[in-house]
């Protein structure tokens, strides 16, 4: 059962589904560093996504964490610390990412120059 802390499409529909899991803003951000990266601290995130607050990226990775994209492992317990680390599923969004990242090389600048 996909869940998401905010709101949801609430359709019938694949593309909706996923969207509710992974297309609020900073979400697919948290999944690229992870892919680029490995395991990660919540200060790593906050380090390379400069303008996300502190709040919003703790409820992006709850949500990812409560649909499997994500699981948060302890690696120290005292002081206790923690790392995000892709799951299996997680993984499977390679795929889309690079398809992602082709489209954004083909279009970027046509995107850029309407604003």
């Not at 948060?72 to 990242?101: C, H, N, W």
Request: hydrophobic share 45%; proline share 3%.
């Amino acid at each position: 059962m996909l869940v998401s802390m905010t709101k949801t499409y609430d359709l019938n529909c694949p593309v909706a589904a996923a969207l509710d899991v992974i297309g609020e803003r900073w979400t697919l951000l948290i999944v690229r560093d992870l892919l680029l990266h490995g395991p990660r601290r919540f200060q790593d995130f906050q380090e390379s996504l400069v303008a996300v607050s502190p709040n919003t990226l703790a409820a992006r990775l709850k949500t990812l964490e409560a649909n499997g994209i994500v699981k948060k492992d302890i690696y120290q317990t005292t002081p206790i610390r923690a790392r995000y680390v892709l799951t299996a599923k997680g993984r499977s969004l390679g795929a889309v990412m690079f398809e992602l990242r082709k489209w954004g090389n083909a279009h970027a600048h046509a995107l850029h120059s309407t604003r």
